[in-house]
C-alpha cells in the first residue's frame, strides 16, 4: 500500500512540476509559428518599410527554413527593387538551405539596380552554389562599372573558394581595374588565401597585366609561397621591366630561404640591370635568403665598394645576416646602417632603421624579482 501511495504522489509531482513546462514550450511553439505567419503576411501584402522590416525579420528564422525560403524566393520577382534586394539579403542567411534560389539570383546580379546586383553577390557568395554558372556571373560582376558591386563579387568568390584555375580568370578581370580600390580589394583576396592561393599566383605570374600585383601578393604571403620560386625565377629571367624585376626581388626576399634556388638568377639580373635600384634590392634578396653562394658572396663584397650609398648600405647588411657569427662585417653593417639612418632620403633612412633593428640582438628577459 505504501509503494502504491508513494507511486501516486511521484506521478502527481511530475505532473506538477513538468506540464506547465510542457504547456509554456506548446505556446511558444504556438507563438512563434503564429510570429512567422504574421511575418510573412506582412512581406508579401504590406509595402513600404513595414514590408521591408518583416523581410528582414525573415532572415532571421532560418529555424523555418521549410516555410521562410520559398517565400523570400518569390519576392525576388516583385517590382519593388527594395522588396528584391532585402530579400536577397534574407535570403543569404539562409546558406545552403537557399540554393533554389540560385537561378532568380543569376538573374539579379545584372539587374539594373546596382543596389540589387550587390546584395545578389552577396547572397551567392553565403548560398554556397559552386556552378560553373555561379562562377562565371561574378566572374562577370567583378568588372561591373560599380565599384560596390565588383567587391561584392570578389567577397563572394573568396568565400566560395572555386579554386585556382576558376578563380583566375575572375582575379585577372579585377586586377586590370581602373579603380584602385578593386585592385587592393583583389589583393587581398589572394593573400586571404595565403598557400592555397600560390596554383593561382603561377598562372597569373605568366600574364604581363597581371604578374606586377602577384609578386605584390607574393610578398605579403611570405615563406607559404614558397612553390611559387620556379615561377617568380623565370618572370625575372624574362623581365626587362625594372619596377617588375624589383618586385619580384622582394617577394624571393620574403620567401627567404627556400628562394635559394633563384640566386644565380638574381646574380645575373644584378648585373644587367641598368636602373641603380635592382642591384639593391638584389642584394636585399641575397642576404635575406641567407644564401651561402660563393659569387653571391663575391658579388656583396664588391658592391661595397660601388659608388652607391644605398647599395654599399644593404651589401653590409646582407654580409651580416649571411655571416651572423662575424663580429667585423656585422660592425661594418653597423657603421653604414647608421649613417643611412641620417639620410636626406626617405627611402634610405627606412630601409637603414629596419636593418638596425633585424641586427639588434633580442632583447634580454627582465630578470624575475
Not at 505504501?2 to 505532473?15: G, K, N, P, Q, W
Not at 584602385?180 to 589583393?187: D, G, I, Q, R, S
Not at 605584390?216 to 625565377?233: C, W, Y
Not at 618572370?235 to 640566386?263: D, H, M, T, W, Y
Request: proline fraction near 5%; include cysteine; aromatic fraction near 4%.
Amino acid at each position: 500500500m505504501r509503494v502504491l501511495v508513494t507511486y501516486r504522489r511521484s506521478i502527481f509531482l511530475l505532473l506538477v512540476c513538468v506540464a506547465p513546462v510542457l504547456v509554456t514550450a506548446s505556446c511558444t511553439s504556438h507563438s512563434e509559428n503564429a510570429d512567422v505567419a504574421a511575418l510573412v503576411k506582412t512581406a508579401t501584402t504590406g509595402s513600404g518599410p513595414e514590408q521591408y522590416a518583416a523581410i528582414d525579420h525573415l532572415g532571421d528564422r532560418q529555424d523555418e527554413t521549410t516555410a521562410v525560403v520559398p517565400v523570400l524566393h518569390k519576392l525576388l520577382e516583385d517590382k519593388d527593387p527594395q522588396v528584391r534586394w532585402h530579400s536577397e539579403r534574407s535570403l543569404g542567411d539562409f546558406g545552403d538551405q537557399a540554393q533554389e534560389a540560385v537561378p532568380d539570383l543569376l538573374k539579379d546580379i545584372k539587374d539594373e539596380d546596382p543596389v540589387v546586383e550587390y546584395h545578389a553577390a552577396i547572397a551567392l557568395g553565403k548560398v554556397g552554389d559552386k556552378s560553373d554558372a555561379t562562377i562565371d556571373a561574378l566572374a562577370t560582376a567583378v568588372t561591373n562599372k560599380n565599384p560596390q558591386v565588383a567587391r561584392a563579387a570578389i567577397a563572394a568568390l573568396r568565400h566560395l573558394r572555386p579554386g585556382p584555375q576558376r578563380m583566375s580568370a575572375a582575379m585577372e578581370k579585377a586586377l586590370e581595374a581602373n579603380d584602385t580600390a578593386e585592385v587592393v580589394y583583389a589583393l587581398d583576396a589572394l593573400v586571404e588565401f595565403g598557400k592555397e592561393a600560390v596554383p593561382l599566383l603561377n598562372e597569373l605570374l605568366k600574364r604581363p597585366r597581371t604578374s606586377y600585383i602577384a609578386c605584390a601578393a607574393i610578398e605579403q604571403i611570405g615563406p607559404d609561397a614558397k612553390d611559387t620560386v620556379p615561377g617568380l625565377i623565370d618572370l625575372l629571367s624574362e623581365s626587362k621591366n625594372s619596377q617588375l624585376q624589383i618586385q619580384a626581388l622582394l617577394s624571393l626576399a620574403r620567401i627567404g630561404p627556400a628562394a635559394e634556388p633563384a640566386v644565380a638568377t638574381i646574380l645575373s639580373v644584378a648585373a644587367k640591370s641598368q636602373d641603380a635600384t635592382v642591384p639593391v634590392a638584389a642584394a636585399f634578396a641575397l642576404g635575406s635568403i641567407g644564401t651561402k653562394d660563393k659569387d653571391a658572396d663575391a658579388k656583396l663584397r664588391e658592391a661595397l665598394s660601388k659608388d652607391n650609398a644605398f647599395l654599399q648600405m644593404v651589401a653590409a647588411w646582407a654580409l651580416a645576416k649571411i655571416h651572423p657569427d662575424d663580429a667585423a662585417l656585422k660592425q661594418q653593417a653597423m657603421d653604414k646602417l647608421t649613417a643611412g639612418s641620417k639620410s636626406d632620403d626617405e627611402a634610405i633612412r627606412s630601409a637603414a632603421d629596419k636593418g638596425l633593428k633585424s641586427l639588434a640582438p633580442p632583447s634580454e628577459p627582465a630578470a624575475a624579482q
